[in-house]
Nanobody
Framework: QVQAVESGGGLVQAGGSLRLSCAAS??????MGWFRQAPGKEREFVAA????????RYADSVRGRFTISRDNAKNTVYLQMNSLKPEDTAIYYC?????????????????WGQGTQVTVSS
């Protein structure tokens, strides 16, 4: 069993930055990803990273502004979000994929966190 716990969400003005963290427990080798869901919209892919941290994938909407990274010693993945826009407002979810990754499809992730709210004001 794997558990993922997100932290770091909050309220920020447009143009600002936030860093989300996701601590995973129960297994040390796995790919991880971030997804988000805005009100009235479907959950969408944001970023993913492979087990070793050497390969990443990003949604076009966040590429160049967001950076995913991981610290395997802490079993934690991060999402550094810069130049935030009001359209980035959503609940952000961390997910664990038991393959090596990185994985874009949400249907391949086996475990999910509870989510953390990110609100960007204009």
């Amino acid at each position: 069993q794997v558990q993922a716990v997100e932290s770091g969400g909050g309220l920020v003005q447009a143009g600002g930055s936030l860093r989300l963290s996701c601590a995973a427990s129960g297994r040390t080798i796995h790919a991880m990803g971030w997804f988000r869901q805005a009100p009235g919209k479907e959950r969408e892919f944001v970023a993913a990273i492979n087990w070793g941290g050497s390969s990443t994938r990003y949604a076009d909407s966040v590429r160049g502004r967001f950076t995913i990274s991981r610290d395997n010693a802490k079993n934690t993945v991060y999402l550094q979000m810069n130049s935030l826009k009001p359209e980035d407002t959503a609940i952000y979810y961390c997910a664990v994929d038991l393959s090596l990754g990185p994985t874009i499809s949400q249907y391949e992730y086996e475990y999910w966190g509870q989510g953390t709210q990110v609100t960007v004001s204009s």
